[in-house]
């Protein structure tokens, strides 16, 4: 396997090659791995995301995968990096992390068999599917402001090619505290079954990115948490939740709710709002006050 990163060198962007703890660019230039300031790994003409895929995250929403991947997609705008932070606007309380892996297309695909994906796949990241179920009552087709605000689509830290994507662990911790806890054996659909199926209408082009879907246990996270995804042979990525200065703007627009729609998918959708089964006191806070107050 082979690891790229693409990081701030002397003020310019440039791809280096992670040997060790050193990353190193092709004209000898090296920074070490703590100290370098990451940028995306590619630069994508479009972000896809799955929506169900891990049987535990279906099972935890009590319904049924169904009879095929479903899709939203992700403005460019949203993507971050390895240390990025991730912006809550002002206004918004439900900011809920995803750890998810992310397939990385390296040459032009389109009508390809899942047996033939492979090949057009240059490797995989590791990727934070972060959603915004503030808006979720106005944008729940479309998942557009849900999941495609501003720095909501951090990647990285690194592309690896060559890496086989079967029976890997992934682990999402919030403050060193594990909260998704899997492994690839619970996707219903693999990585290549996705290539193959969004390209059959459109063409994906080198640098595009899928997110493949996360397991159970997304929860809101709040400034000043440090969210961590960990995939095995990839890495992990890091990423701390900051408040946005600027409020919402209330004189347009739908503006952020709390519905019982909102609330139940922010806290787990095995959560009833009438109290049927609460989330554990041990892990999460029952409100947003309780959090913010300390």
């Not at 009552?137 to 720095?151: F, H, I, Q, W, Y």
């Amino acid at each position: 396997m082979t690891e790229f990163r693409r990081i701030l060198l002397e003020g310019a962007p440039v791809q280096t090659i992670r040997h060790g703890d050193e990353l190193v660019a092709a004209d000898g230039r090296s920074v070490g791995v703590e100290e370098a300031v990451h940028l995306p790994p590619v630069e994508p003409t479009k972000i896809i995301a799955v929506h169900l895929n891990y049987q535990s995250r279906t099972d935890e929403f009590m319904t049924k995968l169904p009879p095929a991947p479903t899709y939203f997609h992700k403005p460019i705008t949203a993507l971050n990096s390895h240390k990025g932070a991730v912006v809550r606007p002002e206004r918004c309380k439900w900011l809920n992390y995803e750890g998810e892996i992310v397939i990385v297309i390296g040459r032009t695909c389109r009508n390809v068999s899942p047996e033939e994906a492979g090949d057009y796949i240059a490797g995989y990241t590791v990727g934070n599917d972060y959603g915004l179920h503030d808006f979720r009552d106005t944008d729940a087709g479309s998942m557009l402001r849900v999941k495609g605000s501003d720095t909501l689509a951090p990647i990285g830290p690194g592309l690896v090619t060559g890496w086989d994507f079967h029976n890997k662990g992934i682990q999402t911790r919030v403050n060193g505290v594990v909260r998704q806890d899997s492994t690839t054996a619970e996707m219903e659909w693999d990585m290549h079954y996705l290539v193959a199926d969004i390209a059959r209408t459109i063409t994906l082009v080198p640098g595009d990115i899928l997110f493949s879907g996360t397991p159970a246990f997304s929860r809101t996270v709040y400034p000043g948490d440090v969210v961590e995804v960990e995939v095995e042979g990839l890495g992990v990525l890091s990423n701390t939740i900051v408040q946005g200065p600027v409020p919402i703007r209330d004189d347009c627009g739908a503006q952020p709710s709390e519905s019982e729609e909102v609330i139940s998918t922010a806290l787990g959708g095995d959560w009833e709002f009438r109290g049927i089964r609460t989330p554990s006191k041990d892990l999460y806070p029952s409100t947003v006050e309780e959090k913010e107050q300390g």
